[in-house]
Nanobody, 112 residues
Framework: QVQLVESGGGLVQTGGSLRLSCAAS????????MGWYRQGPGTQRELVAA?????TTSYADSVKGRFTISRDKNTVYLQMNSLKPEDTAVYYC????????WGQGTQVTVSS
């Protein structure tokens, strides 16, 4: 089993920054992928950014150049800069090993 604890969401104005953190504990061995997804009002959950255990990163086109994903062992971070109202969503941490695990979600609200 893997447990995920997220933190760092909140309310910010357009152009502001937030940093999300997600600490994973439990059985995480070998190759794995940690990532952030988001789900806005009336939308499907979408991948925002991911990072493998070897450090390879990937980003949604909508956040490239503004968001940066990083990790320190089994903690993953999402630095979000130049935030826009369309970034408003619940952000979920995800870990994929042999199974997938989700965090409880943290609300990010960007006011215009």
């Amino acid at each position: 089993q893997v447990q995920l604890v997220e933190s760092g969401g909140g309310l910010v104005q357009t152009g502001g920054s937030l940093r999300l953190s997600c600490a994973a504990s439990g059985r995480i061995f070998g190759f794995n992928v940690m990532g952030w997804y988001r789900q806005g009002p009336g939308t499907q959950r979408e991948l925002v950014a991911a990072i493998t255990s070897s450090g390879t990163t990937s980003y949604a086109d909508s956040v490239k150049g503004r968001f940066t994903i990083s990790r320190d062992k089994n903690t993953v971070y999402l630095q979000m800069n130049s935030l826009k109202p369309e970034d408003t969503a619940v952000y979920y941490c995800n870990v994929r090993t042999t199974s997938g695990y989700w965090g409880q979600g943290t609300q990010v609200t960007v006011s215009s």
